[in-house]
């Protein structure tokens, strides 16, 4: 894996690049899955093998996570984001909110897995390509 450009991928879902191309430049860095652990702000990210690389994820003054995990609130976060009407930070931080303790974005199965700290989930299929 690239670890150049997989901190890349976290500048540009902080500068707001639209999912689809944060996530293919994760592929192209050799990136099958990761696993964003919002109670520890890491990110591991899995390539070939036991191939794995950890980092920070770089959201300041992060709010508690939530006891309830709230399914509703969290469609519409991913919705409300998917549109363009809210940034990656505000986006964190309304999962979070909304009793998200980490996601799972497995890139060849095409879709994220939004959990909660007792195993409550979201599952969201990726969105269409658009032209």
């Given at each position: 894996m690239?670890?150049?450009?997989?901190?890349?991928?976290?500048?540009?879902?902080?500068?707001?690049?639209?999912?689809?191309?944060?996530?293919?430049?994760?592929?192209?860095?050799?990136?099958?899955?990761?696993?964003?652990?919002l109670?520890?702000?890491?990110?591991?990210?899995?390539?070939?093998?036991?191939?794995?690389?950890?980092?920070?994820?770089?959201?300041?003054?992060?709010?508690?996570?939530?006891?309830?995990?709230?399914?509703?609130?969290?469609?519409?976060?991913?919705?409300?984001?998917?549109?363009?009407?809210?940034?990656?930070?505000?986006?964190?931080?309304?999962?979070?909110?909304?009793?998200?303790?980490?996601?799972?974005?497995?890139?060849?199965?095409?879709?994220?897995?939004?959990?909660?700290?007792?195993?409550?989930?979201?599952?969201?299929?990726?969105?269409?390509?658009?032209?």
């Open positions: 690239d670890t150049t450009m997989i901190d890349e991928c976290d500048r540009m879902s902080f500068a707001d690049i639209p999912f689809p191309q944060v996530v293919a430049h994760h592929a192209a860095a050799g990136v099958h899955s990761y696993r964003a652990d109670i520890r702000r890491q990110k591991v990210c899995y390539g070939d093998a036991a191939a794995f690389y950890e980092a920070a994820i770089p959201l300041q003054d992060g709010p508690e996570i939530a006891t309830a995990f709230r399914d509703e609130e969290v469609s519409r976060a991913v919705q409300a984001i998917q549109r363009g009407e809210i940034g990656y930070d505000t986006f964190l931080r309304q999962i979070m909110q909304a009793g998200c303790a980490g996601y799972c974005v497995f890139i060849k199965g095409r879709k994220v897995v939004y959990f909660g700290r007792d195993g409550d989930c979201h599952i969201e299929n990726f969105p269409d390509a658009r032209a």
